[in-house]
């Protein structure tokens, strides 16, 4: 039985019907680790989707820090970049537009700094140059795994890992959280979440029913 990341997750892929040489899709935050696992299990390049989800988080945070200061002292004036580039940059990013989405946050960062806002007591325009600053870095970081999550999404194609998130979550329940008492070994936890994915999408049913035939 494989027990090492790597050979339980190459053992998981192939049940999906993963061949060597077949291209495989790997959705993350940006982190390298979970990248590097799936390298190391398929022993091949792997394709790297920058999380959509992660990304508009950051495209959120932005927004809000922006509407709940752009009324004040005329900003919507003073600050006429920020105001045209923040409502663009979900759609810029969302069609792929990464290089577009880059120049918007260098300008709006060129403005936010030439204004006296900045050293203001309350600190929200400041906080909202930290925001579109980081988030420069990141686009910066992961230009290259930002696709056209437009096309993708329209074409049934996945552009977050969330729904893999929320089946992992259900699995791993109260009794298995971290915060509990109970101590898992790795495993005895891959052979419990087996079986609970196995009950989860019918294997667990079909293989009873095979048997009692």
Not at 97 to 108: G, K, N
Not at 110 to 136: M, S, Y
Request: proline share 3%.
């Amino acid at each position: 039985m494989a027990t090492g990341k790597h050979d339980i997750l190459r053992a998981a892929l192939r049940a999906q019907g993963w061949l060597p040489g077949r291209d495989v899709t790997v959705f993350s935050d940006g982190q390298v680790g979970l990248q590097n696992i799936v390298l190391s299990a398929t022993h091949q390049p792997v394709t790297h989707i920058l999380d959509w989800f992660r990304l508009s988080m950051r495209l959120r945070h932005i927004e809000q820090a922006w509407e709940g200061i752009r009324h004040l002292h005329d900003l919507n004036v003073y600050l006429r970049d920020v105001a045209v580039h923040v409502p663009r940059l979900r759609h810029l990013l969302w069609s792929g537009y990464v290089r577009e989405a880059s120049e918007a946050v260098t300008q709006m960062l060129a403005q936010l700094d030439q204004h006296p806002g900045l050293r203001d007591a309350t600190g929200k325009l400041r906080r909202l140059c930290e925001l579109i600053n980081n988030l420069g870095t990141y686009l910066a970081q992961n230009a290259a795994s930002i696709v056209n999550y437009c096309r993708r999404y329209w074409s049934g194609q996945p552009i977050s890992s969330s729904p893999a998130e929320s089946a992992a979550n259900s699995l791993v329940n109260a009794r298995m959280n971290k915060k509990r008492q109970m101590r898992w070994s790795p495993i005895g936890t891959h052979r419990v979440l087996q079986v609970r994915a196995a009950v989860a999408d019918g294997r667990l049913k079909k293989a009873k029913l095979n048997l009692a035939v």
